[in-house]
């Protein structure tokens, strides 16, 4: 199985893209895609992978083996879940809202 460092070259060099424009297009420094094509870099952060991805018109999974993929489905799964309380908290009257603040800070002092 190809690494995450020889998959990214390759789909650089198929796009005719050199690393600094791969940088400029994907807001990812050159230095940052080397080490990751050298293997310098061996686990880049998922936001990483999503600006090199869009930026060289893929999925980011394309990069993700078996475990990076279960890292990325439970950030999808927490991002789907915000969204979901997010929404249902902006509904919410003041009063309600300052309740949920206070819960939320009593389950913090527990915790610390």
Sequence with gaps: ME????LLKELRENKNLTLKE????SGVGPSTISDI???KAKNPRIDTLINLANALDTEVNIFLDNQNKAKYKKLEDYKEKNQIFFSKFDKLSDN???KIIKMIEIFEDETN
């Design 37 to 39: 094509e050298t293997g």
């Design 22 to 25: 791969l940088a400029e297009k």
């Design 3 to 6: 690494n995450i460092g020889e």
């Design 96 to 98: 309600a809202k300052d």
